[in-house]
């Protein structure tokens, strides 16, 4: 990480501050995922905050209907539903359609049960948000269908994800049982199978803008660089 970096501020947060909010937090490191993209690429990288699931089986449709022989739907048809995650969808600008999303970033705190201790309050169950994020995972596996990347990162941080905690095993189950703390971008193919490893970093204390921004510049520049070689964009 470069020293000036490091004193880059947003917000009254510093790159190297754990105490914010999370959601904070993971907005300073993608502030300097847009500017390093601006920099190296001269790209202008631009965020969709949620994806209605009907945008989405629009393009499934369009895809892979005739394929198939499947028409895609949703089965909850009284109101929009959509894919929300933290850190939102970024997509290149001068690309212009389809969009080639370059990150998908998303941030769950989960167990306050130390605080609850310490506090004399029984403990609250586990799991809610990796079942949330286990949904939104499957809704990014499709929208990558066709690609050989999926540029989708995950931070989570709370004494649910500690050593002791059974729980982080529900998130390697998440990832395939590949390793967790490390960037993937590029599926993996083993013979006619294909395995999506994605970057899900989880861990007990929490990670500083600096740690969130080393990764999703690491994703998103294998992101760009994955859609030139395929695609001749500039």
């Known amino acids: 990480m470069p020293r000036e970096a490091l004193r880059i501020s947003h917000k009254g947060i510093t790159l190297n501050n ?3 909010k999370m959601e904070m937090r993971l907005g300073v490191a993608l502030d300097l995922v847009v500017k390093t993209v601006r920099k190296q690429y001269g790209l202008t990288a631009v965020r969709e905050n949620s994806r209605l699931l ?3 089986i629009d ?4 895809r892979y209907s005739q ?3 499947v028409t ?3 089965a909850f048809r009284l109101k929009p539903t959509y894919i929300r995650p933290d850190g939102g969808f970024w997509y290149i600008a001068e690309w212009g ?3 080639r999303y370059i990150l998908v970033a998303e941030a769950k705190r989960q167990g ?3 605080d609850r201790a310490r506090e004399g309050l029984p403990k609250q169950s586990r799991g809610n948000a990796v079942e949330r994020l286990g949904k939104n995972m499957r809704g990014v596996d499709v929208m990558f269908l066709g690609e050989m990347i999926t540029p989708f990162v995950c931070f989570g941080e709370g004494d649910d994800f500690s050593d002791q905690s059974s729980i982080i095993d529900r998130v390697a189950t998440l990832n395939g049982f590949f390793p967790l703390n490390r960037v993937f971008v590029d599926k993996i193919n083993i013979g006619e199978d294909t395995m999506k490893p994605t970057s899900l970093f989880f861990r007990e204390n929490p990670w500083t803008p600096a740690e969130m921004f080393k990764v999703m510049q690491a994703v998103a520049r294998r992101a760009v660089e994955y859609y030139r070689e395929r695609y001749g964009l500039a």
Not at 59 to 62: A, F, G, P, T, Y
């Open 18 to 20: 754990q105490s914010a």
């Open 54 to 56: 009907t945008d989405i």
């Open 59 to 62: 393009e499934l449709n369009r």
């Open 67 to 69: 394929d198939t022989g």
């Open 72 to 74: 895609f739907q949703r």
């Open 97 to 99: 359609e389809p969009k």
């Open 112 to 114: 306050t049960n130390a």
